[in-house]
């Protein structure tokens, strides 16, 4: 694992992490306990059908290396000795970063998914990828004092609104940002001094609600993200997110859903994202501020109740053919919605279920069910920190941590 204690004189050679090795059973028992939190030694020579010496062995090496600890049992009904319970150690961190067109966001996520800290950085116009990469390093390097102290970082990965290579952490293209072919991730990296990888940042949502989220346990399910960048989403199909040939899959916000709709960044026109967006909904509720998701909530509840929820109505009878459309070709058991997505059916929970009965196939739509996103505008970091974590939690071995981590406080 690289240090960062004194930057001047050691500074880290930048690396782009672009593929990640197959898992190893140290690594399984590493992402089970991050996936979960905390599990019994008891559980987690279940859940991984290894003998119970060879689990004990595994988790002795992962604390060895500072990525787990144990701690006293906490109840689990069993006969004889209680099992301890082993624990994601919170030291093992990474860094997440969210560009916007109103902001760039950097996070600090711990080993668990546990988003330690959020730093919204507003900006006066949309960021070019040089200036949000500069921002991002920015912050970061405000944060290194607290990061050089308290944490070991295995690497930062980039949540983009738009199309992205994750092979090679290419943004091919970001129509809100603006963006084309940006090589984020290598210039990330170099900016920083950390490992960098960049993925679609819906995907990435829909990846945090399937493992910590309102997808857990889930095989297959549709996510859909609202935000001020328009509407990305992920399809989770047999318990994996469907990527297509180039890794571009899920761009549920240009499902086509009015002939006469208004012309699209893509360049087409009647996209769900042009019929369905942030900015009307923030004109209703009298607020310029959609980064401030409580207070945007609050007033768009009280303001549309009182007009009758006709634009929120609209929105939503739009939102229900794009639903329609994912039902009947994916089938999925849930359908998570995220964002101002989110706060649409909130208001009106009763809509987009009746919307479906009447227009999607019977069988689909019989079995389909619509939540809100937990994790709240904590999905994006999570996820992208998720990129950061692959490389480690597929081999805790590797060179990305060349050294033991330090123990911290949950």
Not at 111 to 137: M, Q, S
Not at 261 to 270: F, T, Y
Not at 305 to 325: F, K, T
Request: charged share 15%; net charge negative.
């Amino acid at each position: 694992m690289m240090s960062h204690s004194n930057p001047q004189d050691t500074a880290p050679q930048p690396t782009v992490e672009v593929g990640v090795p197959r898992q190893s059973n140290l690594g399984l028992i590493a992402s089970l306990v991050h996936h979960h939190g905390s599990l019994s030694r008891a559980q987690l020579t279940r859940r991984t059908g290894l003998n119970r010496s060879t689990v004990g062995t595994l988790i002795g090496q992962l604390v060895g290396l500072g990525l787990l600890y144990e701690s006293a049992p906490t109840g689990e009904a069993q006969v004889g000795r209680p099992s301890p319970e082993v624990r994601p150690n919170p030291s093992a961190a990474a860094l997440a970063v969210n560009p916007e067109i109103d902001a760039v966001t950097v996070g600090l996520v711990s080993l668990g998914g546990n988003v330690r800290k959020k730093i919204r950085f507003p900006t006066d116009r949309i960021p070019t990828a040089r200036e949000a990469v500069n921002i991002a390093a920015a912050v970061i390097a405000g944060m290194r004092s607290e990061l050089d102290s308290a944490y070991r970082i295995v690497g930062v990965g980039v949540a983009v609104p738009g199309l992205v290579n994750r092979s090679e952490g290419v943004v091919r293209h970001a129509p809100h940002l603006g963006w084309r072919d940006e090589p984020v991730a290598q210039m990330l990296a170099e900016a920083t001094g950390y490992s960098c990888r960049a993925a679609n940042d819906a995907s990435l949502g829909a990846e945090a609600e399937l493992i910590f989220g309102a997808g857990a346990g889930m095989q297959n399910l549709v996510y859909l993200n609202g935000g001020a960048s328009g509407i990305g989403g992920g399809v989770v199909v047999g318990g994996k997110l469907l990527a297509g040939a180039s890794g571009y899959a899920g761009e549920l916000g240009h499902t086509f859903v009015r002939s006469e709709g208004r012309a699209c960044h893509c360049g087409g026109s009647g996209c769900l994202e042009t019929e369905v967006s942030q900015g009307p909904l923030l004109t209703l509720a009298a607020t310029e501020n959609g980064g401030d998701a409580v207070q945007f909530e609050e007033e768009l509840r009280a303001r549309s109740s009182r007009n009758g929820n006709v634009e929120v109505l609209r929105q939503l009878e739009y939102l229900g053919i794009a639903l329609r459309n994912a039902v009947n070709i994916f089938n999925p058991e849930a359908i998570v919605l995220d964002g101002f997505l989110g706060i649409l059916h909130s208001i009106s929970p009763e809509t987009l279920p009746r919307l479906l009965r009447m227009q999607a196939l019977d069988g689909p739509a019989d079995q389909v069910h619509i939540y809100r996103a937990e994790l709240g505008s904590d999905s994006m970091m999570i996820g992208a920190a998720e990129l950061a974590f692959a490389p480690l939690l597929a081999d805790p071995t590797s060179s990305v941590i060349a050294t033991p981590l330090r123990f911290a406080s949950p």
